[in-house]
């Protein structure tokens, strides 16, 4: 079994979006040295695109119960205040640990 199928997370998110009926393909996840990061890019000009706070709300939903550790950061568009893109960061042996619990059915804090 590869990692891409044991990552429970990913396949979660994806799937909520989906029946929430948002792109499975907006939230972007890609391992960086260790670290895994969550992109999700706004594509309104003005403000934030709603898919983008569902899909942090869908997240945080999960993961906070869990008391998992993670970051957020906002990234904005060079000399704007237009909003570029939010991610949500974790050390990949915490997400793994995420995985871990969410694959064993484990997710009593």
Known sequence: ?????????KQVVKKLCE??????????????DNIVVISV????KDGVDLDCFHILNLIYQIITPLGMKFNQQLYLYPNSKRVARITVTFKKED?????MRLGHGNVNS
């Open 19 to 32: 029946v929430n009926n948002i792109s499975p393909r907006k939230p972007a996840f890609e391992t960086i």
């Open 95 to 99: 997400y793994d640990a995420l995985n």
């Open 41 to 44: 890019k706004n594509h309104l």
């Open 1 to 9: 079994m590869s990692r891409k199928d044991k990552d429970i997370f």
